[in-house]
């Protein structure tokens, strides 16, 4: 009688042992299976079907840059190009190595290059259209959401060259720099290709159809302009002290000066603007600041906490601060407050306004 107890309380025993080494065997089997291939979410689903995704992880965007793409994630580090779809799982991948890698992503289009280097890859969420060599060192490169991509480079005998490409990647037009050195380029829609310059007296604003080769406007400014871009009302020049708007015929319609600030975050959207503020290079009071196209202050507010990334997206605004995603309306009205990772570096509102914040390896969505 004893011994048959025995071997009965025996059986569980064996069954807890056997269970134990088969998650031990799970463990390592998750532990070897490459992130790239999927990792830990490609088996779950083999095993118990598709839990969803409210995270991704990556091998490293050190010194890169991560941008939202159809609900996926795009990542441009030093070490490749590596793209997600909304499930976390890799969709592609393009290794290189990259000293100063940056990305340009709008809609379903995005463009990676070294500056300096000497090639542009051209892509979409679902794989790579071209990668796109050139003669002469690349200066920038933007894409908009139709697929037109604009690539600045310099150019022997000009102040550099401006080439614009469709979304099968064919060059459809070329414009060479006579004065002012091309610091970036802006295709809008289909038709208008918008270029800042810089030169000795100061900065340029050009604007040209993408049918002829003469200039259709210009706006010259004593100053720096560090950047330009298509807004419903027009365009808004970005400066080191203020906001300018131009009209159609980059004629200035309005400005919006912040001398008493240093600009250390600027997000425009064709229909809305957000400003970053802080009363120190490093450090001190944080101001957000909120403008309509046509430069009206829509809200304001301080902060005191360091903002450490800004995302604008139609009538939303997301801040990574203190190791939190606060997301607010246009007039700056709190929707959401989130802890996030607190190796967060970077910040993105999503198309269905959940906020994506990105870490070096890993990024995590708020907001569902």
Same mark, same amino acid.
Request: hydrophobic share 40%; proline share 2%; with cysteine.
């Given at each position: 009688?004893?011994?048959?107890?025995?071997?009965?309380?025996?059986?569980?025993?064996?069954?807890?042992?056997?269970?134990?080494?088969?998650?031990?065997?799970?463990?390592?089997?998750?532990?070897?299976?490459?992130?790239?291939?999927?990792?830990?979410?490609?088996?779950?689903?083999?095993? %118990?079907?598709?839990? #969803?995704?409210?995270?991704?992880?990556?091998?490293?965007?050190? @010194?890169?840059?991560?941008?939202?793409?159809?609900? !996926?994630?795009?990542?441009?580090?030093?070490? !490749?190009?590596?793209?997600?779809?909304?499930?976390?799982?890799?969709?592609?991948?393009?290794?290189?190595?990259?000293?100063?890698?940056?990305?340009?992503?709008? !809609?379903?289009?995005?463009?990676?290059?070294?500056?300096? @280097?000497?090639?542009?890859?051209?892509?979409?969420?679902?794989? *790579?259209?071209?990668?796109?060599? %050139?003669?002469?060192?690349?200066?920038?490169?933007?894409?908009?959401?139709?697929?037109?991509?604009?690539?600045?480079?310099?150019?022997?005998?000009?102040?550099?060259?401006?080439?614009?490409?469709?979304?099968?990647?064919?060059?459809?037009?070329?414009?060479?720099? #006579?004065?002012?050195?091309?610091?970036?380029?802006?295709?809008?829609?289909?038709?208008?290709?918008?270029?800042?310059?810089?030169?000795?007296?100061?900065? #340029?604003?050009?604007?040209?159809?993408?049918?002829?080769?003469?200039?259709?406007?210009?706006?010259?400014?004593?100053?720096?302009?560090?950047?330009?871009?298509?807004?419903?009302?027009?365009?808004?020049?970005?400066?080191?002290?203020?906001?300018?708007?131009?009209?159609?015929?980059?004629?200035?319609?309005?400005?919006?000066?912040?001398?008493?600030?240093?600009?250390?975050?600027?997000? *425009?959207?064709?229909?809305?603007?957000?400003?970053?503020?802080?009363?120190?290079?490093? !450090?001190?009071?944080?101001?957000?600041?909120?403008?309509?196209?046509?430069?009206?202050?829509?809200?304001?507010?301080?902060?005191?906490?360091?903002?450490?990334?800004?995302?604008?997206?139609?009538?939303?605004?997301?801040?990574?601060?203190?190791?939190?995603?606060?997301?607010?309306?246009?007039?700056?009205?709190?929707?959401?407050?989130?802890?996030?990772?607190?190796?967060?570096?970077?910040?993105?509102?999503?198309?269905?306004?959940?906020?994506?914040?990105?870490?070096?390896?890993?990024?995590?969505?708020?907001?569902?």
């Amino acid at each position: 009688m004893k011994d048959g107890t025995k071997k009965k309380k025996k059986i569980p025993r064996l069954l807890g042992t056997v269970f134990l080494l088969a998650m031990a065997v799970l463990a390592v089997t998750l532990a070897v299976r490459s992130q790239q291939e999927g990792g830990i979410r490609a088996l779950w689903r083999e095993m %118990f079907g598709d839990p #969803g995704t409210d995270e991704f992880f990556f091998e490293s965007a050190s @010194g890169g840059q991560v941008a939202d793409m159809d609900m !996926g994630l795009a990542v441009a580090a030093g070490s !490749g190009l590596y793209v997600y779809d909304k499930e976390g799982e890799l969709t592609f991948s393009r290794l290189y190595s990259y000293q100063d890698p940056a990305m340009a992503v709008e !809609g379903d289009y995005g463009a990676v290059w070294n500056v300096g @280097g000497d090639k542009v890859i051209f892509f979409t969420k679902k794989g *790579i259209i071209k990668e796109l060599s %050139f003669e002469n060192p690349v200066i920038s490169a933007s894409v908009n959401d139709l697929g037109y991509l604009a690539v600045c480079t310099e150019e022997s005998g000009y102040y550099g060259s401006v080439t614009v490409y469709n979304y099968e990647a064919t060059a459809i037009y070329r414009w060479y720099a #006579g004065s002012g050195r091309v610091l970036s380029a802006k295709v809008g829609g289909r038709d208008r290709l918008l270029v800042v310059t810089v030169g000795i007296g100061g900065s #340029g604003i050009k604007l040209m159809g993408l049918d002829s080769e003469t200039t259709a406007a210009e706006y010259t400014y004593e100053g720096l302009i560090i950047d330009a871009a298509f807004t419903d009302a027009g365009f808004v020049a970005v400066t080191d002290n203020k906001l300018i708007g131009l009209d159609g015929e980059l004629k200035v319609d309005w400005e919006y000066g912040f001398t008493d600030r240093y600009l250390t975050h600027c997000s *425009i959207r064709p229909g809305a603007i957000a400003l970053g503020l802080s009363d120190y290079l490093v !450090g001190g009071h944080k101001r957000i600041v909120t403008l309509s196209a046509e430069g009206v202050e829509t809200a304001v507010m301080e902060l005191t906490g360091e903002i450490t990334d800004m995302s604008l997206m139609y009538d939303k605004v997301a801040v990574l601060t203190g190791g939190e995603a606060i997301l607010y309306d246009r007039e700056l009205n709190e929707k959401g407050r989130y802890e996030c990772d607190p190796g967060a570096e970077h910040i993105v509102i999503r198309d269905d306004s959940t906020v994506l914040c990105a870490g070096t390896f890993s990024a995590y969505v708020y907001g569902k």
